[in-house]
């Protein structure tokens, strides 16, 4: 359910928020400690970053095997170090095509 800016919410907690107050996201948010939510943030960028970089390099090099298992495939940053390490930066702008 959508709240109107400070209005209250609907749900046990009755906080005044602008978003939408799911149920189950309550329970969750008190039950992981502050310093392991930040952990695992860090982790989920550090990821999303990894991939990011290992994805632009896999299809700037046209490695077609690689593409599909960095985009699909959740490894906490395993793969995409692995592909980044085997596979060095080349300059492909400047070779003849």
Not at 40 to 57: Q, W
Request: hydrophobic share 45%; proline share 7%.
């Amino acid at each position: 359910m959508k709240v109107e800016e400070g209005a209250d919410c609907a749900c046990v907690c009755h906080h005044r928020a602008p978003f939408i107050c799911l149920p189950f996201t309550h329970s969750l948010s008190r039950s992981i400690p502050s310093g392991l939510r930040t952990a695992i943030g860090v982790v989920a960028f550090a990821d999303l970053a990894l991939k990011v970089v290992a994805l632009r390099r896999a299809l700037k090099r046209e490695d077609k095997g690689w593409v599909l298992p960095l985009a699909v495939l959740n490894t906490l940053g395993i793969l995409p170090t692995i592909y980044l390490s085997t596979h060095p930066r080349t300059n492909l702008d400047n070779e003849p095509k």
